[in-house]
């Protein structure tokens, strides 16, 4: 059996194991499973790790994207520059190749991450630009915001990220003036506001000041219209939810797993 699997606490809004298990039914996939694996503390890794030797992939969500480095062997050049891993590829190796290659632990496997958030981002996001959406407003600051901020870069697209408190390049929801508004035409929501079951929330921006010019991406798929989505599409805006970015970045997880 092929076990695979996602880590992060709470785990009851995730989409992943419907997903692979009907991905792994449709391509009859009989030797393959996919389990939840609710971890509130990283402390406890290290055991699952050891104690389900079937274990050849895992997506990693919140809190973990960024601690969960710790303790990887490899990590993806993109997933070191966003600075956060969501897909870990588990290697069985044999006590010998560990000796010889210096990758002594406890572990009896080498662990490789991986980032598939901005691959799954940048190609949901890419169709749906036109020219004057060179300047984005990204709302919140945690491990998703890493990979969208990433792949703005990549796209040379000038960002600004937004959080409840004032940082080094980052400025407060209240900072939103009507002239940043007209001037950041693309904006992100990376925070968990607004998913279910919690639907009546939002990110706070002064969305009066929104038009036809504005993209809204918003990161959450649950509901499929958010309040945030809702109140841009009000104003013209041009929206769309996070579905099809988690389709794009599980169907990488998956090419990386099989590789």
Request: hydrophobic share 35%; glycine share 6%; proline share 5%.
């Amino acid at each position: 059996m092929k076990k695979f699997g996602l880590i992060g606490f709470p785990l009851g809004h995730s989409f992943s194991k419907k997903y692979f298990t009907e991905k792994f039914e449709r391509e009859g996939l009989k030797d393959h499973s996919y389990e939840l694996y609710p971890i509130e503390h990283l402390s406890a890794f290290e055991d699952l790790i050891n104690s389900e030797p079937e274990l050849c992939g895992l997506n990693v969500t919140i809190p973990h994207k960024i601690g969960v480095m710790f303790y990887l062997d490899k990590i993806d050049p993109a997933a070191k520059a966003i600075d956060a891993v969501n897909c870990i590829k588990i290697i069985k190796q044999h006590p010998v190749e560990s000796f010889f290659t210096g990758e002594l632990s406890s572990m009896k496997v080498r662990l490789e991450g991986y980032n598939t958030d901005a691959h799954g981002f940048e190609n949901s996001l890419k169709p749906l630009l036109k020219r004057h959406h060179t300047k984005a407003l990204v709302l919140g600051s945690g491990g998703g915001a890493r990979a969208v901020t990433y792949v703005l870069s990549k796209l040379d697209i000038d960002y600004k990220v937004v959080s409840r408190k004032k940082a080094r390049k980052q400025i407060r929801y209240e900072d939103l003036t009507k002239s940043i508004m007209e001037e950041y035409l693309l904006i992100i929501n990376t925070t968990p506001l607004g998913m279910a079951p919690n639907v009546e929330t939002y990110p706070a921006i002064p969305y009066e000041h929104l038009n036809s010019k504005h993209l809204l991406f918003d990161l959450v798929y649950n509901p499929a219209e958010t309040e945030f989505l809702r109140r841009g599409k009000e104003q013209g805006a041009t929206v769309k939810n996070g579905e099809e970015m988690l389709h794009l970045q599980a169907e990488k997880a998956w090419e990386i797993w099989k590789s």
